[in-house]
């Protein structure tokens, strides 16, 4: 199974992301930042990943996703500075969903990441303030090790990758 994993990346939470789930897939596969990113038409399986900005994926994403809907199996992935189940992660990758019309999605995972501390203060100066930033703090961190383990384990769900076994997570550090 040829296999590609693409992503954009502001603070380098998103790349995290996109390296682990890399490293978990077998076979034929690539890695690009999404400036490099070949057609996803020619993959039996891709892996997009994004951060959120203004409550989707990022504009540098966009196009592409609207280009997966000719890829096989569609896997989504992204981070944030908002808490996993908050509404503003629910529509940004609802959005994302859409972005990709047509695509067969297998899997999606999402998990906080930690927001520079310049971007929080932009955020807080704002008004009314970004609903991100009142979980901005608890992103602190983020992606951990638990983060990476939780991502391998959706890849297997999704059935992209073999489960990872307990004693595994310390690998991901």
Not at 140 to 160: M, T
Not at 166 to 173: A, C, M, P, Q, V
Request: proline share 5%.
């Amino acid at each position: 199974m040829k296999q590609l994993v693409v992503y954009s990346s502001k603070g380098g939470n998103t790349k995290k992301l996109a390296e682990a789930a890399f490293s978990r897939l077998a076979e034929d596969k690539d890695i690009k930042a999404v400036a490099e990113a070949p057609d996803p038409s020619g993959y039996d399986a891709v892996v997009v990943g994004f951060w959120f900005h203004g409550g989707q994926p990022d504009q540098e994403i966009h196009e592409y996703l609207n280009k997966c809907g000719k890829a096989g199996k569609l896997f989504l992935l992204a981070s944030h500075g908002a808490a996993t189940d908050s509404d503003h992660v629910k529509i940004g990758m609802n959005k994302a969903r859409e972005l990709a019309t047509g695509a067969n999605i297998v899997g999606t995972f999402s998990c906080q990441g930690e927001v520079p501390e310049k971007i929080m203060e932009t955020a807080a100066n704002k008004d009314p303030q970004p609903p991100w930033l009142k979980d901005a703090d608890s992103a602190k961190g983020h992606p951990d090790n638990d983060d990476l383990y939780n991502l391998a384990v959706a890849l297997e769900n999704a059935g992209l990758v073999e489960t990872p076994k307990e004693g595994e997570k310390r690998l991901f550090s």
